[in-house]
């Protein structure tokens, strides 16, 4: 069932975005489990969150600075992601030390701290050695470079047997644009966000507005349409960014006829992810998809989906 993900001879760039990894010994000595992704400034940057009333302080912390991004699109953005400690179940501390972190990063990127976003994998009820973190934040920004996207896919896995990544071209009018995705996951994958991360970046130029709705309703075709064991999880996010690299009039309107193709796009590189997550689920042997036809409403086709997907009766006769 599972396959192993080779990099391709020819590294994976995209205009406007930088990236680096490395181990800060978090969890497990010299494996990688901290990642930066710098985006240039003029970038848009939108997301969806886990529904989790349990959410983590780094998941808080970016939630929080999503709805407010309109105001923070002259200056660079940063995304920093730790595997190893989810950040969950540690009250107050957790919340300071995700603020401790993102200051460090504020400072040494020069940016203001509402321009830094955080998300936090791995273990849950355990304090974050935030520090190690800190400690690391020089070197990370020191090593930025524009290739190193496929460290940054193996610096977010847990218990993923093999790093995710994605990377789809298309023509919107006369510009040839490009999509490039990662994600991990393995347990606790439900809907409404699971135990999982997805971090996808396009150079194209769209509004924010524009962009959110099409991440939101493409996650909800994609990311929060899987299942593995039915358990939601309060670590995950999908964030989604343009660089506005590309020499193109922004898409700016809903009737821009270039939106299909910008969408579809999307989903595809969403949808790339989420079956690798699905297909590398922890003790997964089968990947199966369900086709409800006939269904009064997408809402009501899902919910069908769904209960015959978790049901624990129809998992035992598929593994049987």
Known sequence: MKKSKKPGANPITLSGAKFSALSANIKYENRKDLMLIYLDSGSKVTGVFTKSFTRSAPVIWSEKIIKNIDRKLDEPFAILVNSGNANAFTGEKGHSSVKHIMKALSDKIGVSIDSVLMASTGVIGENL????????????????????????????????????????????????????????????????MATMLSFIITDAKISLEILHKLTTNSCEKTFNSITVDSDTSTSDMVLVAATSK????????????????????LEEVMKDLALEIVRDGEGASKLVEYQIIGAVSDHSAKKIALSIANSPLVKTALAG
């Open 129 to 192: 050695p935030y520090k190690k973190v800190i400690d690391a934040i020089p070197r990370l920004v020191d090593n930025l470079s524009i290739s190193a996207i496929e460290s940054c896919a193996r610096a977010i896995m847990t218990t993923d047997t093999y790093p995710k990544v994605c990377s789809k071209k298309v023509k919107l009018g006369n510009e040839t644009v490009t999509f490039v995705g990662i994600a991990k996951g393995s347990g606790m994958i439900a809907p409404n």
């Open 246 to 265: 590309v020499k193109m009039n922004s898409i700016e309107k809903d009737d821009d006829p270039r939106i299909d193709s910008f969408t579809n796009v």
